[in-house]
């Protein structure tokens, strides 16, 4: 499958591929699919997962009830 390609001015490729060595990515598409993912999981709802919300005392997960 085909994706589309982002075009990324001189300066911020720049940046972006210093930050991506120093911070141990193998490249700068993999620091970019990372901060992207990173950026869409802090503005998606959560998920109603039980195993992340049992802690917090709200379910009973698997119990019988």
Avoid: C, N
């Amino acid at each position: 499958m085909s994706h589309p390609k982002i075009e990324f001015d001189e300066g911020l490729w720049t940046r972006m591929k210093q930050h991506a060595g120093a911070a141990g990515y193998s490249s700068v598409e993999e620091f970019v699919v990372h901060a992207v993912e990173k950026a869409l999981a802090q503005t998606e709802p959560e998920s109603a997962d039980p195993k992340k919300i049992k802690g917090i005392g709200y379910i009973d997960a698997g119990l019988d009830i």
